[in-house]
């Protein structure tokens, strides 16, 4: 079976710029999570999704939002980056959200 | 005070040795527990689920939550080098549609 896959790996923008990641959870699940991962502050939720509504969401200003499609495939968006948005944004899936599946994340570097 | 807390050592052990790694916990509505385990530059992978106080033995890895403590740990017995990663402890309350809550996870480096 297929893992989470997160496109793209990598990706530098600029200050001001908005930024759209993708994931694409493993076939059957249709929790999706998107956690934000910098060395000062750890792994820390972003939001999750559910048979496409948002079921969760974490402390992050609403610069940063998401959806989930009808094929539970998932988009984060960033607007306005800053700086301080420079991380690993990282996808989870899982079943109903249970045991939670990471993909390989998506390195974003703001400049 | 945060929900989970974790060491984030560094912690440095010989190849062989018994490894322990823990985490403090204090929602005691938490009913699930995790642990995953973390290359450099690579996403979490799940090493351990586990539901309720006791024990889980998974090869060389054996989970132990003691709910009435609000305590759990990894223990990696005849530890490897590639061992050498970041640790990461999860847990969350019983509906599945609450959220996973994660530790800073323990940097353990295993010297050959």
């Known amino acids: 079976k297929a893992g989470v896959t997160q496109t793209p790996r990598y990706l530098i923008k600029t200050r001001g710029q908005q930024v759209t990641l993708s994931c694409s959870p493993i076939?059957?699940?249709?929790?999706v999570s998107w956690y934000q991962q910098t060395p000062g502050q750890g792994l820390q939720f972003l939001f999750e999704?559910?048979?496409?509504?948002?079921?969760n969401k974490g402390n992050f200003p609403g610069r940063f939002s998401g959806r989930q499609f009808s094929n539970s495939r998932s988009e984060m968006n960033v607007s306005t980056l800053e700086l301080g948005d420079s991380a690993l944004y990282l996808c989870?899936?899982?079943?109903?959200?249970?045991?939670?599946?990471f993909g390989p994340g998506t390195r974003l570097t703001v400049t | 005070q945060k929900e989970v807390e974790q060491d984030p050592g560094p912690l440095s052990v010989p190849e062989g040795a018994i490894v322990s790694l823990n985490c403090t916990y204090s929602?005691?509505?938490?009913?699930?527990f995790m642990w995953y385990r973390q290359y450099s530059r690579k996403g979490p992978e799940l090493l351990m689920y586990?539901?309720?106080?006791g024990n889980k033995e998974d090869g060389r890895f054996t989970a132990q939550v003691d709910k009435s403590s609000k305590y759990i740990s990894l223990f990696i017995r005849d530890s490897q080098p590639s061992d050498s990663a970041t640790y990461l402890c999860?847990?969350?309350?019983?509906?599945?549609?609450?959220?996973?809550?994660f530790g800073s996870g323990t940097r353990l480096s295993i010297r050959p």
């Open positions: 989870a899936s899982s079943l109903v959200g249970d045991e939670q599946y």
């Open positions: 076939s059957g699940h249709r929790s």
């Open positions: 999704y559910f048979s496409e509504t948002q079921r």
């Open positions: 929602n005691s509505a938490f009913q699930y």
């Open positions: 586990t539901y309720s106080s």
């Open positions: 999860a847990m969350r309350e019983y509906s599945s549609a609450s959220k996973i809550i």
